[in-house]
């Protein structure tokens, strides 16, 4: 048997990456609070979720689809 140390042997480069990836999961996640959850909702009401536009001249299945879409941000964003 060889009696070499890890750092002689090649073992301490994966050894550090094993020990960071570890401790890396050890990390707390920050919980969301209800400020943070409602300036997100009112941020995708406001820029990403914009209302449906349709006209008179699109089909009426098409008219029916945008209307569930401004019913479905209606019923989220108020």
């Known amino acids: 048997?060889?009696?070499r140390s890890f750092t002689k042997g090649g073992w301490s480069v994966p050894l550090?990456?094993?020990t960071m990836c570890l401790l890396a999961g050890c990390q707390s996640i920050p919980t969301q609070t209800a400020e943070t959850e409602a300036a997100m909702v009112a941020?995708?009401?406001d820029h990403a979720w914009r209302p449906v536009i349709y006209s008179s001249r699109d089909a009426e299945q098409t008219q029916i689809e945008a209307r569930a879409a401004n019913?479905?941000?209606a019923a989220y964003c108020n």
């Open 71 to 73: 019913a479905a941000r």
């Open 1 to 3: 048997m060889n009696s």
């Open 43 to 45: 941020d995708l009401c």
């Open 16 to 18: 550090v990456l094993v």
